[in-house]
């Protein structure tokens, strides 16, 4: 079942919470006095203003300010205000808001920087410990067979990678944040990208088990191919980490004249319905086992990545496993035909 999340439900339980509270008012508006009113229709300002957004904060306050002026400040149903002060409950109004919301935002930053923090320490240390302990081991004077030193080869290659990994998702996340000028477009070819992600993971134990079937009428497309990897990669990475031992991973490349639809399947348990709703949250982790690495950032890039194209990203349990399904739209490239472009 595909999960979608409305992106404007702040808004809208703070507006029920306003269309609630004026149906009160005007029930037992002569009992409880405007006063209590007033403090009432504080109510959905503050519960907007816990977001840490000046903008929905401006835009439900002044929503706010203007249903109680109309149905409760003499005269009503009129902007006219004859008491100077219900002027002054209007500002305390925004300035309630803003003062919340700043504080929400100021707590926010402090939680997440602790989260990367956190996230980032133990995310390193676990493969930088891998890492040194097995150059030392091959440093010994003592020498080892050649089965043992490839197998330390080998974890030396995965803790590398995922290191480089983290690094990566973390430069991708800041160049993302910053939004404007952000993509470096041209022609990009699946097979070339998937080909480019697969070979981050060739010395990868399970790599044989991922299935690539790509339509053969699939065209260029104009986006940005250094993302397009790395959202190849995280993907990669995420069915990897979750595919339960001997199971199949099959990614699928399909087309139409207006969309190319990317198909990344795994056979595994399905995914509570409370993880698939914030699957794509930063930091999420569907769990903290010790032996499932990962910083809980590598999906909230890849959302990022296909926004940034105009695309989505969903995830939802398929028959015998998990799906992830990435939509993009085909755009044209701005005056360069294929040909030239290439």
């Not at 808004?11 to 149906?23: G, M, P, Q, W």
Request: hydrophobic share 45%; aromatic share 8%; proline share 4%.
């Amino acid at each position: 079942m595909t999960t979608f999340v409305f992106p404007y439900r702040h808004y809208v339980v703070a507006l029920v919470l306003l269309f609630v509270i004026s149906v009160t008012s005007a029930l037992f508006g002569a009992v409880m006095g405007l006063t209590n009113i007033a403090l009432l229709y504080l109510l959905p300002v503050l519960v907007i203003a816990l977001r840490g957004d000046m903008k929905a904060t401006t835009i439900v306050t002044a929503i706010t300010v203007v249903v109680f002026d109309l149905l409760n400040v003499p005269p009503l149903f009129s902007f006219s205000v004859h008491d100077l002060v219900h002027a002054w409950s209007f500002i305390l109004f925004f300035l309630v808001g803003y003062t919340i919301t700043y504080q929400a935002k100021r707590i926010q930053a402090n939680a997440i920087k602790e989260m990367f923090l956190d996230t980032l320490s133990h995310d390193l240390k676990t493969p930088l410990s891998s890492l040194l302990g097995n150059v030392s081991l091959l440093l010994k004077d003592h020498p080892v067979d050649s089965q043992t030193r490839r197998a330390l080869l080998l974890q030396i290659n995965d803790s590398g990678q995922r290191i480089n990994r983290l690094a990566s998702n973390l430069l991708d996340s800041a160049r993302l944040k910053d939004g404007n000028g952000v993509l470096r477009p041209e022609w990009c070819d699946f097979e070339d990208i998937i080909g480019v992600a697969l070979q981050e993971f060739r010395y990868h134990p399970n790599q044989h088990r991922i299935e690539v079937v790509i339509d053969p009428d699939t065209a260029l497309f104009w986006g940005d191919c250094a993302l397009l990897v790395r959202l190849m990669v995280n993907l990669m990475d995420n069915a990897l980490k979750y595919t339960e031992e001997g199971k199949r991973i099959r990614i699928t490349v399909a087309t139409d004249r207006k969309t190319i639809t990317l198909l990344f399947f795994n056979e595994s348990s399905p995914i509570k319905k409370s993880d698939l709703k914030n699957l794509f949250e930063r930091f999420y982790r569907i769990d903290d086992r010790a032996d499932v690495g990962g910083s809980g950032i590598g999906l909230s890039i890849c959302r990022d990545i296909a926004a940034v194209h105009g695309g989505t990203i969903d995830a939802r349990n398929c028959t015998g496993g998990v799906c992830f399904e990435i939509r993009l739209p085909i755009r044209k490239a701005s005056d360069h035909p294929i040909g030239e472009a290439l």
